[in-house]
C-alpha cells in the first residue's frame, strides 16, 4: 500500500522541494521508502509500504524505453497471470510487482484493455515524458482514494488532499455547499469534497489530462441482473466466490491478519483466512463489548485473538487526529474503534483482511426490510414485495397517509419507490432540520433528493426497489464513508486493509442474486448466512449486525466531555456556520437527559473539530499519539 502525488504546472521552477513536501504529509502511507520524477512542467511522486517484492519494486517504475512510468497504491491480484502473458508478448519486467504490470499492460491493451483484465484495488497515474499526457484510473469500487484540482494552469493530484496544501498554487478555500449535506449524510456526501474545486475521480473512473484539458469516464459500474440459479447452488457460488477472493486477497511477502468482531462478515472472511493473528476492540464501557464474543469465535478456530479496550479519555483524544487523517470531517462514530483496531494490529502485521462491502452487496442493511421486530410484519411484508409494481406504489400511498400504527412504516417501505424515502444508511439531520441550524449562507446547496437521484437516475427502470437502494449505497454511503474510513484509518496506521467482499468477480456473483434469496422473514443477509455455515458455527452465521458500536452516549453524558463540546460549540468562530444558541441548547438538552441528539451534536462536533485541523491550525497534524490497551481477560 503506498501514497501518489503529482502536479502539472508551469509557475513553479524548482518543483523537487514542492513534490518532495507533499509527499512528506502522506508519509504514513508509506514509511518504507520514497520516490519522485520531475520532467519539464511535471513532478509526480510516490510513498511506498512494501508489500510485494519488498527489496525491488521502487517506484516511479519505467518501461523499457524510459519514455513512460507508473506511479501505484493498491494491490493487484491477478497480476502474475497477466505478468506472464505480458511476457510472451514481449515486454521486459525489472521488478515482480504488480505495479509494473500496470504499465506494460497499458501499452499493449490501452486504458480500458487494462481496466477489464485487471482485479484488485487501486489508484494509479501513468506519465507518457514525451508527449507530457496523464492518464489514470480509480478502482471498480472506490476503494482507494484519488482527488484533483485544476485550476489557473495548476493541475494536482494525490492519495489525500493534506499534501495539496504544500503546493503553493493551490488555493485552499472551505466549499460552504458542502456542510448541509453532510449534517444530513454524516459524510462529505457531494462530488466536490469540503475544499473548494478539489474533487473526487469517482469510483470505476478513470481520466486524462494533456495540454490542460482534463476528460473523465467511466469503465465499469454494477448492474444488478438476476440469475436463474436454485439457492442451494447460490450458496456453493458464494462460497467458492468468496474462498477464492480470501486467497487472492492473502498474497503477500508480509505477514497477513484479520480484523475479527462478532458479525458474520468479519468472521467468514477469518474462518476461510485462519490467520495466525486476529484483533478485536471494546470500549471501557458495558453499554456495548463484541471483544468476548471475537474472542470466542478465535478460541473455536483456533486462532490468537489481541483484544484491545479503548478508554473515553483516549477516544475523545484521537479525534482531532482522525480528522486529520480523513481529509474531510467525517461523522461516522465507527472511525474511532477502527482508528485504534488498525493502530493495534499494526504491532503485528502490516496487511489486515476486513468485512467491509458486505452489507451493500448481499443486502445486510435493515432499511433494506428487515427493520421491524414483528415476525407477522415482516412475514406480510415480504407477501406485498411479489404485488405488481402499480399495485405496491398505490398501496404504498395509501399507506403514507394513514394514522400511524405498529408495522405502517415497514410496511410503507416495503411497498414504496426506493427514491421516495431511501437517502441511504446514514441519516442524522433531516433536510429541514439542517438547514434550521446552518447560518444562510450555508443553506444553499444540492438538496437531499438531487444527490441521490444521481444514483436513482441509472437504476429508474429497475423493477427490484431493494436493488435501487443496494445501487444507492454502494454509491453513496460505501464508497464515501465506509471503504473511506476504512484507506484512512488504516493507513494512518501504516496498515494495508484489504477487503476481499469488495472483489470484482465476487460482486459479479452478488449482482445477480435474486433479492428472495437475501431477504426474507427470517433474515437479512440470508443467502450469504447460510454460505457461512459452512466455515462458522452456525450461531455465528445467524448473529445480527452490530457494526462497530461506540458509546458516544456516554462519552457525551460524562461533566468532562460536555464541558470540553460546550466550550467548542460557544468559540466567536462556530457562529459563522451555525446558529450557536440552537446547537448549545440542543447539547444541553441531551446532558440534561431531555432529548437524544447524540448523533447531530457528534456530527457538529466532528466539523468544527476538523475545520480547527485544517482552517485555523492550517491543516498541521495534531501532536498527540492516543494509546490502546490490552486486554488482560
Known amino acids: 500500500m503506498c501514497g501518489i502525488v503529482g502536479f502539472v504546472d508551469k509557475k513553479i521552477a524548482d518543483k523537487k522541494p514542492v513534490i518532495e513536501a507533499m509527499m512528506e504529509t502522506i508519509k504514513h502511507r508509506g514509511p518504507n521508502s520514497s520516490g519522485e520524477l520531475v520532467n519539464g512542467d511535471t513532478a509526480l511522486g510516490f510513498r511506498r509500504l512494501s508489500i510485494i517484492d519488498i527489496n525491488i519494486g521502487m517506484q516511479p517504475i519505467y518501461n523499457e524505453e524510459k519514455d513512460k512510468a507508473v506511479i501505484f497504491n493498491g494491490e493487484i491480484y491477478n497480476y502474475q497471470p497477466i505478468r506472464k502473458e505480458l511476457i510472451e508478448y514481449g515486454h521486459t519486467f525489472t521488478t515482480e510487482t504488480d505495479t509494473e504490470v500496470l504499465l506494460h499492460g497499458y501499452e499493449e491493451w490501452g486504458m480500458e484493455g487494462l481496466l477489464n483484465r485487471i482485479r484488485g484495488m487501486f489508484a494509479f497515474v501513468i506519465y507518457d515524458l514525451k508527449s507530457g499526457e496523464i492518464t489514470g484510473a480509480r478502482d471498480f469500487f472506490g476503494?482507494?482514494?484519488?482527488?484533483?484540482?485544476?485550476?489557473?494552469?495548476?493541475?494536482?493530484?494525490?492519495?489525500?488532499?493534506?499534501?495539496?496544501?504544500?503546493?503553493?498554487?493551490?488555493?485552499?478555500?472551505?466549499?460552504?455547499?458542502?456542510?448541509?449535506?453532510?449534517?444530513?449524510f454524516q459524510y462529505s456526501a457531494l462530488n466536490e469534497t469540503f475544499f473548494k474545486n478539489v474533487f473526487r475521480i469517482p469510483e470505476g473512473h478513470y481520466f486524462t489530462f494533456k495540454d490542460g484539458k482534463l476528460r473523465i469516464k467511466k469503465y465499469w459500474d454494477v448492474e444488478f441482473k438476476e440469475n436463474h440459479l436454485s439457492f442451494e447452488e447460490t450458496v456453493e457460488k458464494i462460497d467458492e466466490a468468496l474462498r477464492e477472493s480470501v486467497k487472492a486477497h492473502e498474497i503477500a511477502d508480509v505477514p497477513v491478519g484479520s480484523l475479527l468482531s462478532s458479525g458474520v462478515d468479519s468472521s467468514y472472511i477469518t474462518a476461510i483466512s485462519k490467520p495466525q493473528h486476529t484483533y478485536s476492540i471494546d470500549f471501557d464501557t458495558s453499554t456495548y463489548e463484541e471483544g468476548s464474543a471475537a474472542r470466542l469465535l478465535a478460541d473455536k478456530l483456533g486462532l490468537e485473538n489481541t483484544r484491545g479496550i479503548v478508554t473515553a479519555d483516549e477516544a475523545m483524544k484521537s479525534i482531532p487526529l482522525i480528522q486529520y487523517y480523513m481529509d474531510e470531517p467525517d461523522?461516522?462514530?465507527?472511525?474511532?474503534?477502527?482508528?485504534?483496531?488498525?493502530?493495534?494490529?499494526?504491532?503485528?502485521?502490516?496487511?489486515?483482511?476486513?468485512?467491509?462491502?458486505?452489507?451493500?452487496?448481499?443486502?445486510?442493511?435493515?432499511?433494506?426490510?428487515?427493520?421491524?421486530?414483528?415476525?407477522?410484519?415482516?412475514?406480510?411484508?415480504?407477501?406485498?414485495?411479489?404485488?405488481?409494481?402499480?399495485?405496491?406504489?398505490k398501496l404504498a400511498h395509501?399507506?403514507?397517509?394513514?394514522?400511524?400504527?405498529?408495522?405502517?412504516?415497514?410496511?410503507?417501505?416495503?411497498?414504496?419507490?426506493?427514491?421516495e424515502f431511501f437517502i441511504g444508511q446514514a441519516k442524522v439531520f433531516s433536510e429541514q432540520e439542517a438547514a434550521a441550524v446552518v447560518k444562510p449562507e450555508f443553506e444553499k446547496s444540492r438538496s437531499v433528493k438531487d444527490i441521490v437521484m444521481r444514483s436513482y437516475r441509472k437504476v429508474a427502470d429497475y423493477p427490484d426497489e431493494v436493488k435501487k437502494m443496494q445501487y444507492l449505497?454502494?454509491?453513496?454511503?460505501?464508497?464515501?464513508?465506509?471503504?473511506?474510513?476504512?484507506?484512512?484509518?488504516?493507513?494512518?496506521?501504516?496498515?494495508?486493509?484489504?477487503?476481499?467482499?469488495?472483489?470484482?468477480?465476487?460482486?459479479?456473483?452478488?449482482?445477480?442474486?435474486?433479492?428472495?434469496?437475501?431477504?426474507?422473514?427470517?433474515?437479512?443477509?440470508?443467502?450469504?448466512?447460510?454460505?457461512?455455515?459452512?466455515?462458522?458455527?452456525?450461531?455465528?452465521?445467524?448473529?445480527?449486525?452490530?457494526?462497530f458500536p461506540v458509546p458516544i452516549r456516554d462519552w457525551i453524558h460524562?461533566?468532562?466531555?460536555?464541558?470540553?463540546?460546550?466550550?467548542?460549540?460557544?468559540?466567536?468562530?462556530?457562529?459563522?456556520?451555525?446558529?450557536?444558541?440552537?446547537?448549545?441548547?440542543?447539547?444541553?438538552?441531551?446532558?440534561?437527559?431531555?432529548?437524544?441528539?447524540?448523533?447531530?451534536?457528534?456530527?457538529?462536533?466532528?466539523?468544527?473539530?476538523?475545520?480547527?485541523?485544517?482552517?485555523?491550525?492550517?491543516?498541521?497534524?495534531?501532536?498527540?499519539?492516543?494509546?490502546?490497551?490490552?486486554?488482560?481477560?
Open 473 to 547: 449505497d454502494l454509491h453513496q454511503f460505501m464508497a464515501n464513508d465506509i471503504i473511506l474510513k476504512a484507506d484512512r484509518m488504516s493507513m494512518a496506521n501504516s496498515m494495508e486493509l484489504r477487503v476481499p467482499f469488495l472483489d470484482k468477480k465476487v460482486a459479479e456473483l452478488a449482482e445477480t442474486i435474486p433479492t428472495k434469496y437475501l431477504l426474507n422473514s427470517k433474515d437479512s443477509k440470508y443467502a450469504l448466512r447460510v454460505a457461512a455455515e459452512r466455515a462458522l458455527p452456525k450461531e455465528w452465521a445467524k448473529r445480527e449486525k452490530l457494526g
Open 558 to 633: 460524562t461533566e468532562k466531555v460536555y464541558k470540553e463540546m460546550h466550550e467548542l460549540f460557544s468559540q466567536d468562530f462556530v457562529n459563522e456556520f451555525f446558529d450557536q444558541d440552537k446547537i448549545l441548547a440542543m447539547l444541553d438538552g441531551f446532558y440534561n437527559g431531555e432529548n437524544d441528539d447524540r448523533r447531530k451534536i457528534w456530527t457538529i462536533y466532528t466539523f468544527l473539530i476538523w475545520y480547527t485541523v485544517y482552517f485555523i491550525d492550517d491543516g498541521k497534524k495534531p501532536d498527540i499519539d492516543p494509546q490502546v490497551k490490552l486486554s488482560r481477560a
Open 398 to 419: 395509501g399507506l403514507k397517509k394513514m394514522p400511524n400504527f405498529p408495522g405502517r412504516l415497514h410496511l410503507y417501505e416495503s411497498t414504496a419507490k426506493a427514491e
Open 143 to 184: 476503494i482507494k482514494p484519488l482527488y484533483y484540482y485544476n485550476r489557473n494552469g495548476t493541475f494536482i493530484f494525490g492519495s489525500e488532499i493534506k499534501s495539496f496544501l504544500k503546493q503553493p498554487n493551490f488555493v485552499k478555500e472551505l466549499n460552504k455547499e458542502a456542510l448541509k449535506p453532510y449534517l444530513t
Open 331 to 393: 461523522s461516522n462514530p465507527s472511525c474511532v474503534p477502527l482508528y485504534f483496531l488498525t493502530k493495534l494490529a499494526s504491532r503485528d502485521v502490516t496487511v489486515i483482511l476486513s468485512g467491509e462491502g458486505a452489507d451493500e452487496l448481499f443486502a445486510g442493511y435493515a432499511n433494506y426490510g428487515y427493520h421491524s421486530h414483528s415476525k407477522t410484519v415482516r412475514v406480510i411484508a415480504q407477501e406485498l414485495k411479489k404485488l405488481p409494481k402499480g399495485a405496491r406504489y
